[in-house]
């Protein structure tokens, strides 16, 4: 009798297990998620990475680049602007491409793809190079082939050149294969699944991608933007930025370090206020605030210098607000790349001054001072036939002001169209202003083998190290 009744127990137990598994399951954790919850993450993780801020001892290889470009200054701790830097790309690869990746392959293994799918993965794709390309214009030679494989901690570096080429083909393959009658997410916080928009971005970074690269390769440079051209952005309305709520999380990086942090560091720079301030223009008022104390008096702080924050001009308070957008990519950027398409005579692209004048109007405009355009334009020292220099001063001074808080994107057109003519801060630990980011620490060490490889075929891991597109 006693062992009819373990067994009854036994038969008990292990017809209600399948049960007891169900009830251990912890159903406030996910163990999945859809593929739209892993993009919209990394896009989010993109904003962040792009506009936050540090002084520059240790930071992300987009957000540091402001400092470098002169833009602004840090007074208090100087490691930033003396280039005293060690650069990290962990948020890049972790927390942007992986995310893409991931959202990917949920796609690529659902039972059936979709037309809705294919755009979907289009859209990835553009994400996907834009992130690679930023590495590729900081870095040079990166992880690419080899990357985001979690069986391979030591990835090798793939050639830089090679990189570029290989995401223009991928990106031109993305832009053809969106179907602007079908949909694709249900919602994504960059276009909400707009795929007109979605194709427009993409060919003006394809736009821009083929600009920067055309001194060394003129060939593909041309050919990427003449295929570019058709699909670019017309407007402000087209403009690839990710607008941010009232509330964290999901508010503006800048914000959280400006305002949430009460950092009281960053300060206009002395050479970027007074170029402003000699053509009364009328954006200082919404970058800046004016010198606590004084009544319209803007003043910038000499890079690597550690002065009195009060005494200088602070970021504007536009960017002391939780929901202000991050530019990925601007219709003033793209006016101005235009401006040089017609300066090189690319076909298809005619009158240089229309584009330049174009590219300053959207700028005004963007930040509500449309009205104020016209009379900016009327100075010598900005319309383009008087304005001093060639076309690339022309364009690389304008685009400078154009392109304030886009950091990296300011730091770059620096140095391929070598304008504004910057000097490196007394005491630096090169004498010029970086023209590219050293590899970060760790590689040294977890990945010793193919960081030293590496280390040589760019002409070695210095600040100072060319890139292949930087051509004089």
């Given at each position: 009798?006693?062992?009819?009744?373990?067994?009854?127990?036994?038969?008990?137990?292990?017809?209600?297990?399948?049960?007891?598994?169900?009830?251990?399951?912890?159903?406030?954790?996910?163990?999945?998620?859809?593929?739209?919850?892993?993009?919209?993450?990394?896009?989010?993780?993109?904003?962040?990475?792009?506009?936050?801020?540090?002084?520059?001892?240790?930071?992300?290889?987009?957000?540091?680049?402001?400092?470098?470009?002169?833009?602004?200054?840090?007074?208090?701790?100087?490691?930033?602007?003396?280039?005293?830097?060690?650069?990290?790309?962990?948020?890049?690869?972790?927390?942007?491409?992986?995310?893409?990746?991931?959202?990917?392959?949920?796609?690529?293994?659902?039972?059936?793809?979709?037309?809705?799918?294919?755009?979907?993965?289009?859209?990835?794709?553009?994400?996907?190079?834009?992130?690679?390309?930023?590495?590729?214009?900081?870095?040079?030679?990166?992880?690419?082939?080899?990357?985001?494989?979690?069986?391979?901690?030591?990835?090798?570096?793939?050639?830089?050149?090679?990189?570029?080429?290989?995401?223009?083909?991928?990106?031109?393959?993305?832009?053809d294969s969106l179907d602007e009658g079908q949909g694709s997410w249900g919602q994504d916080i960059l276009y909400n699944g707009n795929v007109t928009n979605w194709k427009r971005f993409g060919a003006s970074l394809l736009l821009q991608m083929g600009m920067r690269i055309i001194d060394a390769d003129p060939t593909l440079g041309t050919q990427a933007v003449t295929t570019a051209l058709p699909n670019v952005f017309t407007s402000n309305a087209d403009i690839a930025q990710i607008e941010h709520l009232e509330s964290q999380p999901n508010t503006a990086e800048l914000w959280t370090d400006l305002a949430v942090g009460n950092r009281r560091d960053f300060v206009g720079c002395d050479v970027f206020v007074n170029y402003m301030n000699d053509l009364n223009d009328a954006r200082i008022a919404v970058y800046f605030q004016e010198v606590e104390g004084t009544d319209g008096v803007y003043l910038g702080a000499p890079s690597g210098l550690a002065v009195a924050y009060n005494d200088y001009s602070k970021f504007g308070t536009l960017f002391y607000q939780p929901s202000t957008p991050v530019i990925l990519l601007d219709y003033a950027t793209v006016e101005f790349l235009l401006a040089e398409a017609a300066e090189r005579s690319i076909a298809g692209v005619t009158n240089a001054e229309e584009h330049y004048n174009q590219a300053i109007r959207a700028s005004f405009e963007y930040y509500g001072l449309g009205s104020g355009a016209d009379s900016y334009l009327s100075n010598p020292m900005v319309a383009y036939d008087t304005a001093p220099g060639t076309w690339q001063q022309k364009i690389g001074m304008q685009k400078w002001v154009a392109l304030f808080n886009q950091g990296l994107e300011a730091w770059t057109e620096y140095r391929r169209l070598d304008y504004p003519a910057l000097e490196a801060p007394p005491e630096s630990f090169v004498p010029t202003v970086p023209v590219r980011l050293t590899y970060p620490i760790s590689e040294q060490t977890l990945n010793k083998a193919n960081y030293e490889n590496a280390d040589a075929a760019i002409g070695g891991d210095l600040l100072t190290t060319k890139l292949f597109w930087d051509v004089d």
């Amino acid at each position: 009798m006693k062992n009819y009744y373990i067994l009854i127990l036994i038969a008990v137990f292990f017809s209600c297990s399948g049960d007891l598994e169900d009830m251990n399951v912890d159903v406030k954790n996910a163990t999945e998620a859809p593929a739209e919850t892993f993009f919209n993450n990394a896009v989010k993780n993109l904003s962040d990475t792009m506009s936050g801020i540090t002084y520059g001892a240790n930071g992300n290889p987009f957000n540091t680049t402001r400092l470098l470009v002169q833009q602004i200054s840090s007074v208090t701790y100087n490691e930033g602007t003396t280039y005293y830097s060690n650069f990290t790309w962990n948020e890049v690869y972790m927390d942007i491409l992986n995310n893409l990746a991931q959202s990917a392959k949920i796609i690529e293994n659902s039972e059936s793809m979709t037309l809705v799918n294919t755009n979907q993965l289009a859209i990835i794709e553009i994400v996907e190079v834009y992130a690679y390309s930023k590495l590729v214009e900081a870095f040079g030679d990166i992880p690419y082939s080899q990357a985001l494989d979690v069986n391979n901690i030591s990835p090798e570096y793939d050639d830089q050149q090679d990189v570029y080429v290989d995401l223009i083909g991928r990106l031109t393959t993305a832009i053809d294969s969106l179907d602007e009658g079908q949909g694709s997410w249900g919602q994504d916080i960059l276009y909400n699944g707009n795929v007109t928009n979605w194709k427009r971005f993409g060919a003006s970074l394809l736009l821009q991608m083929g600009m920067r690269i055309i001194d060394a390769d003129p060939t593909l440079g041309t050919q990427a933007v003449t295929t570019a051209l058709p699909n670019v952005f017309t407007s402000n309305a087209d403009i690839a930025q990710i607008e941010h709520l009232e509330s964290q999380p999901n508010t503006a990086e800048l914000w959280t370090d400006l305002a949430v942090g009460n950092r009281r560091d960053f300060v206009g720079c002395d050479v970027f206020v007074n170029y402003m301030n000699d053509l009364n223009d009328a954006r200082i008022a919404v970058y800046f605030q004016e010198v606590e104390g004084t009544d319209g008096v803007y003043l910038g702080a000499p890079s690597g210098l550690a002065v009195a924050y009060n005494d200088y001009s602070k970021f504007g308070t536009l960017f002391y607000q939780p929901s202000t957008p991050v530019i990925l990519l601007d219709y003033a950027t793209v006016e101005f790349l235009l401006a040089e398409a017609a300066e090189r005579s690319i076909a298809g692209v005619t009158n240089a001054e229309e584009h330049y004048n174009q590219a300053i109007r959207a700028s005004f405009e963007y930040y509500g001072l449309g009205s104020g355009a016209d009379s900016y334009l009327s100075n010598p020292m900005v319309a383009y036939d008087t304005a001093p220099g060639t076309w690339q001063q022309k364009i690389g001074m304008q685009k400078w002001v154009a392109l304030f808080n886009q950091g990296l994107e300011a730091w770059t057109e620096y140095r391929r169209l070598d304008y504004p003519a910057l000097e490196a801060p007394p005491e630096s630990f090169v004498p010029t202003v970086p023209v590219r980011l050293t590899y970060p620490i760790s590689e040294q060490t977890l990945n010793k083998a193919n960081y030293e490889n590496a280390d040589a075929a760019i002409g070695g891991d210095l600040l100072t190290t060319k890139l292949f597109w930087d051509v004089d």
